[in-house]
Each structure stands twice: as C-alpha cells, then as structure tokens.
Nanobody
Framework: QVQLVESGGGLVQPGGSLRLSCTAFGLTFSNYAIHWFRQAPGQQRELVAGITSGGSINSRVAMTGRFTISRDNAKNTVHLQLNSLKPDDTAVYYC????????????WGQGTQVTVSS
C-alpha cells in the first residue's frame, strides 16, 4: 500500500522559514516525481514545486525563489524549504507522487498545515 506522509508544518512569523518533508512508503521512490501543492481556505489548489524522478527541478513549475526542493532517495524523502514566508503562504501543503515527471500522479499525502502569522 502506497503512503505519503508530510511533516514539518506549523506556525511561523512572517519572514520565517520552515522545512517540509514528504516521506514515501510502498513504492519504488526513485521512479517517482514528487510535487508539492497547497490549498488555502476558499482557494483552488495551487502547484508549488516539483522534482522529477531523476532529481531535476521540474522546469514546468513556476516556483518562487523563496522555496527550494530537494530529494534524498536513500530516505525516500523530498524536502521543501520555505524561506521568507508571507501570510499569503498560509495553506495546507500536500505532496503528490507520479511516475517519471508526472505533475499530478495518483498518490497524495494527508497534508501539513503551514500558518504564517504574527
């Protein structure tokens, strides 16, 4: 059974940083792209960042320079580093797994809440 588990969310002040993690179970991790999405209350889901199975940043994703994404295949984990956070970054962040460079694959995590507030 495939499972994606996000962690690292929380409450942070504007200008602060968080590192989110997405750990995968039950799949051959190195074969999968991992993409991060977020959804704020009353808003549509938004694509935030992505990294392909080969470890390349997905150039089809318009990722802000405040965020960086990396993967550690030995730990079946992708990290999303969020810097210079703004209140508009407040949302539930979800990771998704899809084969190769697929942006929206069949597997989703449960989400982790990021709240940016003073």
């Amino acid at each position: 059974q495939v499972q994606l588990v996000e962690s690292g969310g929380g409450l942070v002040q504007p200008g602060g940083s968080l590192r989110l993690s997405c750990t995968a179970f039950g799949l051959t991790f190195s074969n999968y792209a991992i993409h991060w999405f977020r959804q704020a209350p009353g808003q549509q889901r938004e694509l935030v960042a992505g990294i392909t199975s080969g470890g390349s940043i997905n150039s089809r994703v318009a990722m802000t320079g405040r965020f960086t994404i990396s993967r550690d295949n030995a730990k079946n984990t992708v990290h999303l580093q969020l810097n210079s956070l703004k209140p508009d970054d407040t949302a539930v962040y979800y990771c998704n797994a899809g084969i190769g460079s697929t942006i929206e694959g069949p597997y989703w995590g449960q989400g982790t809440q990021v709240t940016v507030s003073s």
